[in-house]
């Protein structure tokens, strides 16, 4: 089936760093969607991404969707403390109705 | 609070015994999702419906499990004769819109232990 490999596994950065990660996939999809999740709960949705080559923010996030439509990433700028969490990829094909997930980027931010 | 709630948060069950969970969905959201999600893994799809249609089944879904939704409002996860390897964090998600913007929003996912 589709997969994503999404990358890093892990981050341990210093407060105040800007982050980088990025998803690809040997499939073309139409949605690529950046979810946080934090222990116990479930994936909050942080950006959605609809069009290649759509740049998206939402405050200090930003996320690409690849032009090839194969990859995206997520960028944080001046991270802080409460970044902590673990954040996923997934994608849609048009229609599809369920999503793929990455396998997810833990994210360690020391004050 | 207006998002997605599931119900019970957290379910410790005896090997072979059945459990239910409950999802409520966004008011008016048509599309419900079911996820399974283990540790150090990303959910994975289990099923959907669209109303009360149940459109799309993954070959994770054993014949064990069964997922409704009789009015196109809430839905019930079971899984009947529970096994240790069903131990996971079980998520719904509901989404409206066009096919083109689909947008799936999560609930807080009811964690299952099977002892």
């Known amino acids: 089936g589709q997969q994503l490999n999404q990358s890093p596994q892990s981050m341990f950065i210093q407060e105040g760093e800007d982050v980088s990660m990025n998803c690809t996939s040997s499939?073309?999809?139409?949605?690529w969607l950046w979810y946080k999740q934090e222990p116990g709960e479930g994936p909050v949705l942080l950006i959605a991404?609809?069009?290649?080559?759509e740049l998206t923010s939402n405050g200090r996030l930003t996320a690409q969707f690849g032009i090839t439509r194969k990859d995206s990433f997520l960028n944080i700028s001046a991270s802080i403390p409460s970044d902590v969490g673990i954040y996923f990829c997934?994608?849609?094909?048009?229609?599809?109705?369920?999503?793929?997930f990455g396998d997810g980027t833990t994210l360690t931010v020391k004050p | 609070d207006t998002g997605v709630s599931q119900d019970p948060r957290h379910k410790i069950t005896k090997r072979g015994q059945n459990v239910t969970f409950r999802c409520d969905p966004i008011?008016?959201?048509?599309?419900l999702y079911w996820y399974r999600q283990t540790l150090g893994q990303g959910p994975e799809f289990l099923t959907y419906?669209?109303?009360?249609?149940?459109?799309?089944k993954s070959r994770l879904l054993s014949d064990r499990f069964s997922a409704e939704r009789p009015k196109g409002s809430f839905s019930t996860l079971e899984i009947q004769r529970t096994e240790q390897g069903d131990s996971a964090m079980y998520l719904c998600?509901?989404?409206?819109?066009?096919?083109?913007?689909?947008?799936?929003?999560f609930g807080p996912g009811t964690r299952l232990l099977v002892l």
């Open positions: 991404l609809y069009k290649a080559g």
């Open positions: 008011s008016e959201h048509n599309r």
């Open positions: 998600a509901s989404s409206l819109g066009p096919p083109d913007q689909e947008t799936q929003y």
């Open positions: 997934a994608a849609l094909f048009l229609n599809a109705g369920k999503s793929t």
């Open positions: 419906f669209q109303n009360e249609a149940q459109l799309e």
């Open positions: 499939s073309i999809f139409n949605t």
